[in-house]
C-alpha cells in the first residue's frame, strides 16, 4: 500500500484545485490515497511525487483525465431533489413556451455524471409537451469533466434498483428490459441529449447561445468561495434574462454578491431588465 505525505497531498491537491476547482482539504488524505494507489502500482511509480511529476509533464492530457476521473465524485440518482423537477414541469415550462417564438429551449445539465439529471429531464419535457414535442427544438447539453461518467451516461443503462424512483409510466414509456436487472433509456430520450466533456473552470464557456435553464446541482460544494463566485458569473453571463438556475440544497449563493434572484430553496433567476 502506498503512502502520501503532506507536501506531496498538498502538492496534487493544489494541482487539482487549480484545474478542476475541486477543493481537497487535508481530510481527504486517505481518500486519495486509495483512489491513485492503484495508478501508481500499474505504472510502478515508487511515490506520489513521482506521480505528480508524471501528471504534469504529460503533454496528452490522458495523465490529468485518469486522474479526474479517479477524483471526482459521481454519486447521483433519478428525481433526486424531485421538487425541482416539479417546479421545472409546473412553473418554468409554462414560462418558457409561452415566452419563447422560435420553440428553441436550451437547457444545460453542467456536472451530469452519469446521466440520470438529464435523462429525467427529457423525460419531463417529453411527457409536458405531448404531441406538440415534434414542434420543438428541447436537446439537453448535459456536461462533465470525468469521460468515465459520461461513457456511462452515453450508453443509458441503469439497474433495476437504479430506475425504482422513476413514475411506473415513465419506465413504461422510456425505458426498454433488456435483462432481468438492466434497463436502457428509449432511444426517444436518447436521442434529446448531447453528452460533452467540459471543464467548469474554463474561464469562457464555449456557447453561442445563451441557455433559458442551467441545472448544477451538487457540484459546488467541492469548490471554495472564490471559485464558486467566479463559476455563478459564468453562468449569469451564459443565461438569457428570465432564465432559471437550479443548485443542489445544500448549497446557496449568496445574494449580496450575485445578481441572481432568489426563487425557492436551491433556485434562482436571471431578471428581465425593464428599460
Known sequence: MYTITEQEFLRLAGYIKNNYGINLKLEKLSLVTGRLSTILMQKNFKSFSEYYEYVVSDKTGE???????????NHTF????????????????PYLKMQSKDKDLRIWSAGCSSGEEPYTLAMVIDAYFGKEKYVWDTKI?????????????????????????????WKDVYLKKRTENNWEISDKIKSEIIFRKLNLMDSVFP???KFHVIFCRNVMIYFDAKTKRELIQKFYNSMEPGGYL???????????????KYIMPAVYRKEISVK
Not at 495523465?63 to 465524485?73: E, G, Q, R, V
Not at 448535459?142 to 430506475?163: F, H, N, P, R, W
Not at 437550479?246 to 441572481?260: C, K, P, W
Open 246 to 260: 437550479f443548485i443542489g440544497h445544500s448549497e446557496a449563493l449568496n445574494r449580496e454578491e450575485t445578481d441572481f
Open 78 to 93: 433519478f428525481m433526486r431533489e424531485v421538487e425541482h423537477f416539479y417546479y421545472f414541469r409546473d412553473t418554468v415550462l
Open 207 to 209: 456557447f453561442k447561445k
Open 141 to 169: 447539453l448535459a456536461t462533465d469533466i470525468s469521460t468515465k461518467v459520461l461513457e456511462k451516461a452515453q450508453k443509458g443503462m441503469y439497474s433495476y434498483e437504479d430506475i425504482q424512483a422513476l413514475p411506473s409510466l
Open 63 to 73: 495523465a490529468a483525465t485518469t486522474l479526474i476521473n479517479k477524483i471526482s465524485t
